[in-house]
């Protein structure tokens, strides 16, 4: 699909972004003992969405908010921002058109970075990962689609 990266695209994405965010904190739902990280495919969702650097960081400032978990510093916050940055990028460089594929290889790319940045990289090879990644792709999926269906409604 062809993406005119219009304003109002931008902020339904915005919108997505921290809505997943906001539910995800107020409910994680456990599949079978796995946890999805709605926080990663969240950065993602406006790294891939959104072209304006300055809305970027807003979203991704709010996404760090609702993931903070304690009142200090974690690696993990410095490593959901370096992702997300490095997703907007790889997406403002190379991404023309919106792709599902394209969204879901970044997602395991990530995941595997997400893995391996906590200290988990010799677990990327077990079932527990592969059930995140599924589990992180169908999350991500429906919200890929969310922020299309929003972009075709308010457009």
Known sequence: MAHD??????????????????????GAFSVFG??????????????????D?????????????????????QVEYLLLAAIGGAGFLFARSFVFERKLVLFIAAVAVSQAVWWAGIGYGGGIFTISFV?????????ASALFFVVVWLEETFS
């Open 34 to 51: 796995i946890v999805p990280n709605v926080m990663l495919v969240a950065v993602l969702v406006a790294a891939f969405f959104i072209r």
């Open 5 to 26: 990266f219009s304003r109002t695209s931008q902020w339904c994405a915005v919108a997505t972004v921290i809505g997943s965010a906001i539910i995800w904190r107020l």
């Open 53 to 73: 650097p300055l809305l970027f960081a807003w979203s991704g400032a709010g996404v760090l908010v609702l993931a903070a978990y304690v009142p200090f510093f």
């Open 131 to 139: 059930l995140e990644f599924l589990y992180n792709a169908i999350v």
